[in-house]
């Protein structure tokens, strides 16, 4: 089945900076990679996501990119803030409905 | 629109105890997941409905979990006997078919 491995668990970050979280897969058959933060005591949110026929896609201060070749895919977060502190996990759809989860990042920015 | 609706919240049992949670999804959506998210793991997928039938329960521990959802909306998810490596965050999501999970609060449940 499909594994996904994420990197860093923890990230500390000065307010104003950029976060980089990065993911890899095991299964070259998944084509849909979302992104979720999760706050204290919180269900997991959708922030964005990435369809495997697109390298590269944005929301504001959000992007997330793609290697289907080497089988990783990024989230980039620019101008943190305070806010942005939280668990972000990365996953991977093995199958329809099937979401594969990273073991997640624990983003700190730091005023 | 009102989200995915979870309860308890928390929940504390003794070990060999039974315990079930509950979970209202969004209207219309006729996809239904249980996840276990244990503290500093992603969440792991449980069971997943359609409508009301199983689409998949394949990492459901099945000789003490057990899931339903018997009219295709709201679903319970039981633990009978519990065991200390229960304790967890347990989510329910749902979504439209083949479209974006919406997650619920989640129940944490302590088993002591």
């Known amino acids: 089945g499909e594994n996904v491995e994420q990197h860093p668990s923890t990230l500390s970050v000065q307010e104003g900076d950029s976060a980089v979280i990065k993911c890899t897969y095991s299964d070259s058959a998944s084509n849909y990679f979302p992104w979720y933060k999760q706050e204290l005591g919180k269900g997991p949110q959708l922030i964005i996501d990435?369809?495997?026929?697109?390298g590269e896609k944005k929301d504001q201060r959000i992007a997330v990119t793609l290697n289907k070749t080497a089988k990783h895919f990024s989230l980039h977060i620019t101008e943190t803030q305070p806010e942005d502190s939280a668990v972000y996990f990365c996953a991977a759809w093995e199958s329809w409905g099937k979401l594969q989860f990273g073991a997640g990042t624990q983003v700190v920015v730091t005023p | 629109e009102a989200g995915v609706a979870q309860s308890p919240r928390y929940k504390i049992i003794e070990k060999r105890q039974s315990v079930a949670f509950w979970c209202n999804p969004i209207s219309g959506h006729a996809t239904l997941y249980w996840y276990q998210q244990i503290l500093g793991q992603g969440p792991k997928l449980l069971i997943q409905?359609?409508?009301?039938?199983?689409?998949?329960d394949s990492q459901l521990p099945k000789d003490r979990f057990s899931a339903e959802r018997l009219k295709g909306i709201d679903s319970t998810l039981k633990i009978q006997p519990a065991k200390l490596e229960d304790s967890a965050v347990y989510l329910c999501?749902?979504?439209?078919?083949?479209?974006?999970?919406?997650f619920g609060p989640g129940t944490r449940l302590t088993v002591l």
């Open positions: 990435i369809r495997s026929n697109v």
């Open positions: 999501a749902s979504s439209p078919p083949h479209e974006e999970q919406f």
């Open positions: 409905f359609q409508n009301n039938g199983v689409v998949d």
